[in-house]
């Protein structure tokens, strides 16, 4: 579901912000700049309707593209008929292997290009998994392109598929450069004290947003225009290139507005390409949405995971080694890790880790990127490991991790720009009532409900990348902010509205902002929780710019009331350029007297010498971003969770939920809680729903649809207290916010599945926790 309405949902059910979510601007402030809690700008049209998706534009003489997916996991094609399909009404072509349309192969993230996949498909006969695009019918309407893909008949010649990363004979690849070699983790655990030694797994996840994976392809003239929900619009642009062989400035995307992504949205999938080539071959626009069991398939979610985990210390309590072996699976022909050791080395202060990540590879689509990847899971482990040591050891969870406390991120060797941990600790611990926990399992209840309480900390790193954006004055003396960064439900538009008021001196909400489209200034990928501090950056140096251009056209202008007079006089408030003796010239005054190419401004973050191609590179390419050189810089968290369990049914209800958070300076404390509430919210069904089922006899998903792959609705969600513990830091980045979008879900499964050990006294390690698990 979309990041709106994974939030919108559950309002009924979510207090207001406790205290700690204060603004940084000043109350009632007429601009509602950065920092200021307003509402959404986006927010009105799309609860109106004027939004418009992707899918929802309307060419003229549209096409209609319905993708045909393998129903085999392993094997080749070995007849394939459309002759029924185009003899129906209205088809105009079906292209397969046997019919195809060149599609060339992508380059991978991993290799400098912007492809999650590198399945190119009708190029061949071969299937590599279950649901595989293989073809796609085009027809006049929708209705008539259903209909016939049915009409295509399909057999196979069937080879044994490997379908669980615990097959025999699947291949293992290990991530070398990955892996985590701090002092001698293996002598150091076996002079240990106490040793836990346990396996965590989490099964396949899937991202769900409400607004499916659709697209309009548009060829014309030799160039494409691409309508697609994207959180990375130049990534998206690179692909298709890539896909039709053109050059990469013969690509637009655009994307004002995407229903939810929650990672499955970066970069264009094979249904994409298809409806490219098949714009290209027919002239047309072609319009191909993939349905829901589709979306299953067509792309990767998280994968499955699993983790064996070791923990070592002393009687007191001090942690002096961790050894961790885990693997994920990915794809026959590409490698995804979700790597479990992500936050292994860095919670807490161990001198002696040793860990290592392998991949596996089965016969699935390549999965990719879900809310926290890789910290996610690796935080299950940890998390749940620490309490199960706690236990061991007879210390308080929430002691243990101070005793453990990090001073410096032992794994880098580097100091921290900021940690707030320790705030957040002590506040959630006190809005929780932490300290009227009894620790014996199962000593806490009312009537037949048994209560546990369960705690868990959680981490997100801060990644960067250089934007670019325009800000212009209208004839009509009003602002409006470019940059082709998008906004994925999270904010954007609002934030950089905001940003730029604090230096233009009008209220925010009277900034128009447009997003979402290669033709705007150069953004990188709304992914990573990094795009707000990016685009905040580059808007923020292009304000200023603004700022400092309209003043001196004031001065400067002959036909200005205030030419001549020294700038450093004026003011720029209300729409207007003041000077200190009372005179004033109205922006839309301004307008009037400039000329129209001086009203427009560019700015951002890029060096200014840098080339135009070497910015074109580094916002196409993921391995461009950066962190902090001389600091660790992460967001931090600490989630306190209630739950109830009915003793005789073993049902499971999460009663209250206390997160305190450092994400640093917060743009917006309103669109912060709410992201940190959609993380929270997308934790419990992690924790107790979220399970994709596969047919082990050919690796079909089972429930593949939102009827049977369960998550949150009302009814599950609980009271739920966010409170702000961060500060600015602007040693993490220019206007001293962290991450949050993905902070909010990390640690909560562990927290969760703490609190049922605590109410029960039986440990469930492997996700989701369902009844059967514990009566």
Not at 152 to 178: C, H, L, N
Not at 293 to 306: C, D, K, N
Not at 444 to 455: C, D, F, K, P, Q
Request: net charge negative; charged share 20%.
């Amino acid at each position: 579901m979309s990041e709106v309405n994974h939030d919108a949902r559950q309002a009924k059910h979510i207090p207001e912000a406790t205290a700690g979510d204060t603004a940084t601007a000043e109350a009632g402030s007429p601009i509602e700049g950065l920092g200021a809690a307003r509402s959404r700008g986006d927010g009105r049209v799309k609860v109106i309707g004027e939004a418009r998706y992707a899918i929802e534009h309307q060419p003229e003489n549209p096409l209609y593209g319905v993708v045909l997916q393998s129903t085999v996991a392993s094997g080749r094609i070995s007849r394939l008929s459309a002759e029924k399909a185009l003899q129906a009404d209205g088809v105009l072509a079906v292209y397969t292997h046997l019919n195809p349309l060149k599609i060339n192969k992508p380059t991978a993230i991993a290799d400098g290009g912007a492809a999650q996949s590198t399945y190119t498909p009708i190029q061949d006969d071969v299937i590599i998994h279950n649901g595989q695009n293989i073809g796609i019918v085009i027809a006049e309407t929708f209705e008539q392109a259903t209909w016939a893909a049915s009409l295509v008949e399909i057999e196979y010649e069937t080879t044994p598929a490997r379908v669980f990363a615990t097959d025999e004979g699947v291949e293992a690849k290990p991530m070398s450069a990955q892996d985590i070699d701090l002092g001698d983790a293996a002598t150091a655990m076996h002079s240990a004290e106490v040793r836990i030694n346990q396996r965590y797994t989490t099964p396949r996840e899937y991202n769900m947003p409400m607004e499916p994976h659709a697209c309009i392809a548009h060829w014309h003239e030799g160039q494409i225009t691409v309508w697609e929900p994207s959180q990375w619009v130049a990534g998206a642009q690179v692909e298709i290139a890539e896909w039709l062989g053109i050059e990469t400035e013969k690509v637009r995307i655009i994307s004002p507005y995407v229903g939810g992504g929650f990672g499955s949205k970066p970069v264009p999938y094979t249904h994409v390409a298809l409806a490219s080539v098949a714009s290209r071959a027919l002239n047309r626009p072609v319009k191909v949405s993939l349905t829901r069991p589709q979306t299953f398939t067509g792309l990767g979610g998280r994968p499955a995971t699993s983790q064996q985990l070791e923990l070592g210390a002393s009687r007191d309590g001090k942690i002096e080694a961790i050894i961790q072996r885990s693997f994920s699976e990915t794809s026959l022909i590409d490698v995804f890790a979700e790597n479990c050791s992500k936050v292994t080395a860095r919670m807490y202060a161990v001198s002696n880790v040793s860990a290592q990540h392998q991949v596996r590879l089965i016969n699935t689509v390549t999965p990719g990127w879900m809310r926290a990847p890789g910290e996610n899971p690796s935080a299950f482990g940890l998390e749940v490991a620490m309490d199960e040591l706690a236990y061991a050891l007879d210390i308080d969870p929430l002691e243990l991790r101070l005793r453990n406390w990090a001073d410096k991120d032992y794994q880098l060797d580097l100091p921290w720009s900021t940690r707030r941990l320790k705030e957040a600790y002590q506040k959630g611990a006190e809005a929780f009532g932490w300290d009227k926990r009894i620790m014996t399992p199962r000593s806490m209840r009312e009537g037949r409900e048994l209560i546990g309480w369960g705690m868990a900390s959680g981490t997100y790193p801060v990644n960067r990348l250089p934007a670019e954006a325009k800000i212009i004055l209208t004839p009509q003396g009003r602002f409006v902010v470019q940059c082709a960064g998008a906004d994925i439900g999270t904010g954007t538009y609002t934030i950089l509205a905001q940003t730029a008021a604090d230096h233009l001196g009008v209220d925010s909400e009277t900034i128009e902002v447009e997003l979402g489209d290669t033709a705007l200034p150069r953004a990188g990928v709304a992914g990573g929780s990094q795009l707000a501090g990016n685009l905040t950056a580059a808007v923020n140096d292009t304000a200023k710019k603004m700022r400092e251009r309209l003043l001196a056209l004031a001065s400067e202008l002959p036909a200005s009331p205030l030419s001549g007079l020294p700038v450093s006089q004026f003011t720029l408030q209300d729409g207007a350029i003041q000077h200190s003796g009372g005179s004033g010239l109205s922006l839309a005054q301004l307008a009037t007297l400039a000329p129209a190419d001086s009203l427009s401004v560019k700015g951002g973050t890029f060096p200014d010498d840098m080339p135009q191609s070497e910015r074109d590179k580094i916002v196409r390419n993921l391995n461009d971003m950066s962190r902090p050189e001389a600091f660790s810089a992460h967001s931090w968290s600490a989630q306190f969770v209630e739950v109830r369990v009915d003793e005789d049914f073993g049902t499971i209800r999460v009663k209250r939920m206390v997160a305190a958070l450092d994400s640093g300076r917060l743009y917006n404390p309103k669109l912060a809680r709410s992201q940190w509430i959609g993380g929270m919210i997308m934790g419990v069904g992690q924790a107790l729903m979220e399970e994709g089922i596969v047919d082990p006899r050919n690796g079909r998903v089972i429930n593949n649809n939102l009827a049977d792959y369960l998550v949150p609705v009302n009814g599950d969600i609980p009271s739920i207290t966010t409170i702000n513990v961060g500060e600015p830091d602007f040693e993490a980045t220019t206007m001293g916010g962290k991450a949050v979008g993905e902070l909010g879900i990390v640690g909560v499964a562990a927290a969760i599945s703490n609190a049922v050990f605590h109410a029960t006294g039986k440990r469930v390690r492997d996700l989701p926790i369902t009844l059967d698990k514990i009566i």
